[in-house]
């Protein structure tokens, strides 16, 4: 197993905690939901999804607690402004999704996430983007039903 740095364990931890600490809410919260006296009411999905996020969150916890007693401490270099990035990023999602649409900023997202990440290959990533955000759109949008802001385009 390879030596794993310690910042990545505790952020292991910490987000398997905030996942455990979601499927407690949710769970709280879907039982308040009205009993329609039937087999399966509203409250079923919630709380198998909360279940499900909160077996994961612990697995997260277990990981991270079996790998942080022999973590080594690394630094990556220019962490700091790849994190103010990606909260630009997700600033720039946020308010040019109405005026832009949903498939442009989706697929900008994911580029620019990507790339903050340190994916290869810039073309193909640009690819994907687009493909996924269409993809994400034309099942949620036309086939579900669920509207999506569709910008001046249509998409």
Known sequence: MAVQDRRTALSTGLFGALMLLGAVVIIVDSMRLPDENSAMGPAVMPVMVAVLLGAVGIGLLVQAGIRLPGAA??????????????VAVLLAFALLLPLAGYVLTAAGLFVG???????????????????????????????????????????
Do not use: T
């Not at 690394?74 to 790849?82: Q, T």
């Not at 810039?122 to 802001?149: E, K």
């Open 73 to 86: 401490r690394a630094e990556l270099p220019g962490a700091w402004w790849r994190v103010v990035a990606l």
């Open 113 to 155: 996430a990507a790339l903050l990440l340190g994916a290869p290959r810039r073309w193909v990533l640009l690819a994907y983007g687009w493909a996924l955000a269409a993809a994400v759109f034309l099942v949620f949008d036309r086939l579900i039903g669920l509207s999506l802001p569709s910008g001046p385009w249509g998409f």
